[in-house]
């Protein structure tokens, strides 16, 4: 698999990653077998960043993510603290931190994590010099190897670029999501920060299996949570209305290539994006982190098609979801 270098870090990692929130919690039951099938599956194609967080399952996805890189020491394991408490500005303190930070380790099996970044924190704590001050006093301790941030908007990627020991920006990017190539891609680049992509599929609207007679689980993100009732909205189908994001997937089903399947033509769209490092897609079972993996085989997408896709992106999406993140 191709390698890009994961930010300031520096750490070579594959370009298709693992996205591990699936396999933890709020997308229907993933039984523990098929979590570690679609982890094995993952490594063995060449997957070598996962990325998970401490709220997903309460440390579920994290323990599954630990026990697989004790099995495979190459791998680079990032996680995410902050949405444990509150979402002010004032529990981005250093107790929460530590406290964040001891649980997340234990859960990993780790004394040092790779990659912690801040779980898309209140907008004031961008401008935080004390914040800052303090995760680079996490590093300095060892209990981090590197910090980075997610995001929900734009505006505070760029904030967080700004930084100078932001190693990475993790955002939404996808055919449905395009507004951070604009300017956050190529700041990031400029910086030398890695950006990591999330929610690639759109939920799963950009595998192409749904239609507008699907239903989720009850304790699906994609049931409870589309007007955001739980979060905010822009994590279920990257913001977009259903029924809107199902006719923009018809519209395009003719761009993708023989041989091809959508959702590797929606993961091959970002890393065709200058400025993109890793794209982390969950999986539910092997075949779908195989799947996955195999995206980064696949050649570049010709510029006529990535025009296409802007297209579909201009006249269907961009109204719903451009000037809100």
């Avoid at 195999?294 to 050649?299: L, P, T, W």
Wanted: charge should be negative; charged fraction near 25%; include cysteine.
């Amino acid at each position: 698999m191709e390698q890009r270098a994961l930010g300031r870090t520096a750490t070579p990692i594959g370009v298709v990653g693992f996205g591990a929130w699936q396999i933890g919690a709020s997308w229907g039951e993933v039984s523990e077998t098929d979590a570690d099938a679609a982890l094995e599956a993952a490594v063995e194609a060449g997957v070598t960043f996962f990325d998970t967080a401490d709220v997903y399952g309460d440390g579920r996805s994290e323990r599954l993510v630990g026990a697989l890189a004790k099995r495979h020491p190459h791998l680079t394991v990032a996680t995410k603290m902050g949405r444990r408490a509150e979402q002010v500005p004032e529990n981005y303190n250093p107790d929460n931190f530590r406290a964040w930070n001891d649980d997340s380790r234990a859960n990993l099996g780790v004394d040092t994590i790779d990659l912690v970044q801040l779980h898309c924190p209140p907008t004031p704590v961008f401008e935080s010099e004390a914040v800052f001050d303090d995760l680079d006093d996490m590093v300095d301790e060892g209990l981090i190897g590197a910090y980075g941030v997610s995001v929900e908007t734009c505006e505070q990627a760029l904030a967080a670029i700004a930084r100078p020991h932001v190693a990475t920006v993790q955002i939404i990017l996808n055919p449905f999501r395009q507004k951070p190539i604009e300017a956050v891609l190529p700041a990031a680049k400029a910086a030398g920060v890695g950006i990591i992509a999330r929610v690639p599929l759109a939920s799963g609207l950009l595998s192409g299996k749904y239609t507008a007679q699907t239903r989720f689980d009850a304790d699906d993100h994609r049931n409870f949570n589309r007007n955001g009732e739980a979060f905010d909205v822009g994590e279920t189908f990257a913001g977009v209305d259903f029924e809107t994001g199902l006719a923009a997937v018809e519209r395009l089903r003719p761009l993708v290539p023989e041989g091809m399947t959508l959702a590797q033509f929606a993961l091959r769209w970002i890393l065709d994006q200058e400025g993109s490092t890793v794209v982390i897609p969950g999986a539910r079972n092997a075949k779908q982190a195989n799947g996955n993996a195999a995206a980064a085989g696949f050649a570049p997408l010709p510029e006529n098609v990535h025009a296409e896709v802007r297209a579909v992106y201009d006249e269907l999406i961009r109204p719903h979801v451009h000037d809100r993140w």
